[in-house]
């Protein structure tokens, strides 16, 4: 039977990747399998964030226009220049790409669209319908969705896959839970029982070694 792996923590806790140290791990381990664990990583966001392109195109295009005059104005001393251009960063959105612009503008924009307009307003099953979906699509073996935010992404796991099938996992950063913000998507979770805890406050190394722990657990329950 399919399997689930649903990786929740805070913002910059080192979800995805932890996913990224697991699917790797899996992959080594299937050297060692007459047949090969297959595996699929997506998001509760990934639908999220497309959406949000498409939708936010027009604001983006606006802000994005007033972030590159402000480096036109001129006459301006050395320390002005310095702000304008750090204020130029602040305001530029680019949301097609999903990883390599986290600014704090475009981190509200997704927490507003996915949450408050979508969770609250349409349904809270919105984006857990679509990533399930996605995953059962996949064919995979093992599904991992690294970006738990709320209860129902992890107790409404079991309307798609059966119970024994289901792992959720809650990466613990220290600092991370010191910059975290108060949007209810990084606290909805601050309070659940997570069976496994995977602690993330020392070496990228210790956390592959973690990792690799868990995908022999992972891969024993297809022996």
């Given at each position: 039977?399919?399997?689930?792996?649903?990786?929740?923590?805070?913002?910059?806790?080192?979800?995805?990747?932890?996913?990224?140290?697991?699917?790797?791990?899996?992959?080594?381990?299937?050297?060692?399998?007459?047949?090969?664990?297959?595996?699929?990583?997506?998001?509760?966001?990934?639908?999220?964030?497309?959406?949000?392109?498409?939708?936010?195109?027009?604001?983006?295009?606006?802000?994005?226009?007033?972030?590159?005059?402000?480096?036109?104005?001129?006459?301006?001393?050395?320390?002005?220049?310095?702000?304008?251009?750090?204020?130029?960063?602040?305001?530029?959105?680019?949301?097609?790409?999903?990883?390599?612009?986290?600014?704090?503008?475009?981190?509200?924009?997704?927490?507003?669209?996915?949450?408050?307009?979508?969770?609250?307003?349409?349904?809270?099953?919105?984006?857990?319908?679509?990533?399930?979906?996605?995953?059962?699509g996949?064919?995979?073996?093992?599904?991992?969705?690294?970006?738990?935010?709320?209860?129902?992404?992890?107790?409404?796991?079991?309307?798609?896959f059966?119970?024994?099938?289901?792992?959720?996992?809650?990466?613990?950063?220290?600092?991370?839970?010191?910059?975290?913000?108060?949007?209810?998507?990084?606290?909805?979770?601050?309070?659940?029982?997570?069976?496994?805890?995977?602690?993330?406050?020392?070496t990228?190394?210790?956390?592959?070694?973690?990792?690799?722990?868990?995908?022999?657990?992972?891969?024993?329950?297809?022996?």
């Amino acid at each position: 039977m399919p399997k689930i792996i649903l990786i929740s923590g805070k913002k910059r806790s080192g979800k995805d990747t932890f996913a990224t140290y697991l699917i790797e791990a899996i992959n080594e381990l299937n050297e060692g399998l007459p047949k090969p664990i297959t595996t699929y990583h997506t998001s509760f966001a990934k639908a999220l964030k497309v959406g949000a392109a498409a939708d936010f195109r027009l604001i983006e295009l606006y802000l994005n226009d007033i972030a590159k005059d402000l480096l036109l104005i001129d006459n301006v001393s050395l320390e002005t220049t310095e702000a304008l251009k750090q204020i130029e960063t602040k305001l530029t959105l680019n949301f097609a790409e999903f990883e390599n612009n986290k600014n704090v503008l475009q981190r509200l924009f997704w927490q507003i669209y996915g949450t408050e307009i979508f969770r609250n307003r349409h349904s809270q099953n919105y984006w857990t319908c679509r990533a399930f979906q996605d995953c059962i699509g996949s064919g995979a073996d093992v599904s991992i969705v690294s970006d738990a935010r709320f209860p129902n992404e992890v107790t409404d796991t079991n309307m798609y896959f059966c119970d024994e099938d289901i792992f959720p996992i809650r990466i613990q950063r220290d600092e991370a839970d010191r910059m975290s913000d108060s949007h209810v998507s990084e606290t909805a979770l601050d309070n659940y029982e997570f069976d496994i805890v995977i602690p993330n406050n020392s070496t990228l190394d210790e956390l592959k070694l973690l990792a690799n722990s868990y995908a022999n657990k992972i891969v024993r329950t297809f022996i």
